[in-house]
């Protein structure tokens, strides 16, 4: 298939969530992206494969940063003979892609050292960061129980269910509007959820009504955790840009003819509501996003 017919088809498989998750988002976006670079494609057929991908989804700041990042080693590659640019450009990509998949073993490994024997944790939706961690912490051996919230409209907590039992974990299912009674009574001790995006703030985005498990928390007394890749962190967050929030169709909610529906797919957790960032560099207070974004990406407001 033509390089560019295969990013096409990624960018429709990210639009129609076939391809989901911030962190799967990415490394698809960029794998499409090195099939572009592999067939020899010059920086503008590159650039413009880039601006095919970049709106499939608005709000996991994943995809973009992995697409900047690519198009900055391109510019880098510009000036040299075309075919150690390509060959440098290809390395470089290939490179880029393994640290990004490689990355959520690192947080698997950091973030399987908080969980405890005979801890009961709380997730909402589907991140491949957190089930990682969990089955990282069962495959240690440690045995602990886990409540999903089934997490409406898409269900994606139906995936959290099946991928934690198949890794030998003790998974509850839950619906969305039981999350406060449930840490209430079953003695939930810490909340674990992945991220789309973490502002230079601290504030994290994330799957819509994690902010609403974030304030039951709060009130429940339960540590509630973000564990995220890097990647996810918003540079343009530090210039005050705002991340759009995804609104997708009302048919996801209601088959009702003529039902207003307001579907955002995304939420703001507030930097206040969050003990911990688990992220492949280590365990970080939210407080300090900025110092991840300036030491590890350079970015910084002077
Ligand atoms: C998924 C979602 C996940 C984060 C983190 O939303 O909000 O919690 O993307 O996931 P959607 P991961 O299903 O709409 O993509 O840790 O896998 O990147």
Known sequence: ??????????????????????LKIAVE??????????????YDELVKAADVLRDSRPTAVSLPNAINYILHLAEESENLEPAVAKAMLIADVTNFVKELETSIEKIAEIGARLIEEGDVILTHCNSKTVTAILAKARKDGKKFKVYACETRPRWQGHITVKELKEAGVDVTL???????????????????VGADTVYANGDVINKIGTSQVALAAKNAGVEFIVCTESIKFSPESMMGAVTEIEEREANEVTDIPGVKVFNPAFDVTQKELIHMIVTEHGIIPPEAAYQILKDKFGWTLD
Request: glycine share 4%; proline share 2%.
């Open 1 to 22: 298939m033509p390089a560019i017919q295969n990013v096409k088809d990624t960018a429709e498989k990210i639009k129609s969530m076939e391809i989901r998750g911030a």
């Open 29 to 42: 976006a960029s794998k499409a992206l090195q099939s572009v670079v592999e067939e020899g494609a010059s």
């Open 174 to 192: 839950i619906v969305d509007s039981a999350a406060y009674h449930t840490m209430r009574s079953k003695c939930v001790k810490k909340v674990m």
